[in-house]
């Protein structure tokens, strides 16, 4: 496998399927890891940095089912690439600016990836399609002792895991919940939701997390302290809060639908229309219009389409995914309009029309 293989696909998180899809976009865990030989990444001179990488790829490269992987040098990819990548959620974005010796594993199915050389020595992310995190815990814990079989990891006794980041120290465990929100966002309840959850330690960030805008009404939903927790409490707080706001978003989608349902079929079908003829288009506009479609079809407002091909389309329309899918590099406008084309190319074809 290669990179540019991914480029037409589409990662298994984004198959929106799993329990409450239509608005639980994804759940991740990502675990923080540090060898107990080397400084950490703040510390580490480049040679300690290419001799972690070279470790860690070595063990990595040694479990089981490794044929399947694979194994990328960030540090020698092109910026399009890099961002390619980011925009795929397979590295931060820190991952991508940074610099000197650092890599990425990525399965096949992209079901998970594993950072080498980011803010700590090794960063392994589990990502799964709806509302799954007993089942994305399994998984990235078993890649854990798998790779802990073949390596040490710099572990105290009474703190846990030591990591870069005082925060991340015991776990090391970040979980997290990408959620679609646009009922809440337009009954303005959103911000009441956010306060709530600020006051049991929960972390809102934007759907590329830390520092991050939201746009097209997604928002992560994360733990922010691991010290003196269990990965069984971090895990059972994020998914005993996100039904709650699951709820809350229905109930938003309902009180629309019964009070103002004309308003929002309308702007579910002009958001639609839009996205079918629009000659140029940038991305922060496509992203909010493709949320309103998003929310139409979950409520039976567009018959044709279905929540993959509109999640598949949030990722495709991106910068990168663009410039990649046409094969050459492109300035802003030209995005704009190539962006453009591709809607009005797949949204039309899905709809069973032949224009373009």
Excluded at 21 to 38: E, T
Aim: glycine share 6%; hydrophobic share 35%.
């Amino acid at each position: 496998m290669e990179l540019n293989d991914l480029t037409t696909n589409s990662g298994e998180w984004l198959r929106g399927s799993g329990p409450q899809a239509d608005i639980v976009i994804s759940s991740r865990i990502r675990l923080a890891r540090n060898l107990a030989d080397y400084p950490f990444i703040s510390r580490a001179t480049q040679q300690d940095r290419t001799q972690v990488e070279n470790a860690l790829r070595e063990r990595i490269l040694s479990i089981e089912a490794s044929s399947d992987l694979l194994y990328v040098d960030v540090d020698e990819l092109e910026g399009i690439d890099r961002q390619f990548l980011v925009e795929r959620h397979l590295i931060s974005r820190e991952h991508a600016e940074s610099q000197g010796a650092r890599a990425v594993a990525i399965d096949g199915r992209e079901k998970f990836s594993l950072m080498i050389n980011e803010e700590d020595h090794l960063r392994m992310q589990v990502i799964q399609s709806g509302l799954n995190l007993d089942s994305v815990w399994e998984q990235v814990n078993r890649i854990d002792d798998l790779i802990e079989e073949k390596a040490t990891y710099a572990f105290h006794e009474r703190l846990g895991y030591l990591t870069a980041c005082p925060t991340n120290v015991g776990t090391g465990m970040r979980v997290s919940v990408m959620l679609h929100l646009p009922a809440l966002v337009l009954t303005r309840q959103i911000d009441k939701v956010f306060r709530s959850l600020q006051k049991i330690n929960l972390a809102v960030r934007g759907l590329y997390g830390e520092g991050s805008q939201a746009m097209g009404d997604f928002y992560q939903i994360s733990n922010q302290i691991t010290l003196g927790r269990s990965e069984q409490d971090l895990i059972r707080q994020i998914a005993d809060i996100v039904p709650v706001i699951t709820d809350y978003e229905r109930q938003a989608r309902d009180f629309l639908v019964k009070e103002s349902h004309e308003n929002l079929h309308d702007r579910v079908s002009r958001a639609y229309g839009i996205l079918r003829t629009a000659q140029t288009i940038s991305s922060e506009e496509t992203m909010h219009l493709l949320s309103s479609v998003r929310m139409g079809v979950n409520l039976g407002l567009i018959p044709d389409l279905e929540i993959p091909a509109i999640n598949k389309l949030f990722i495709h329309t991106q910068p990168a995914h663009l410039q990649k899918l046409s094969g050459t590099e492109l300035d802003s406008n030209d995005r704009n309009i190539e962006r453009a084309r591709y809607l009005r190319r797949y949204l039309n074809k899905e709809n069973g029309a032949d224009k373009n």
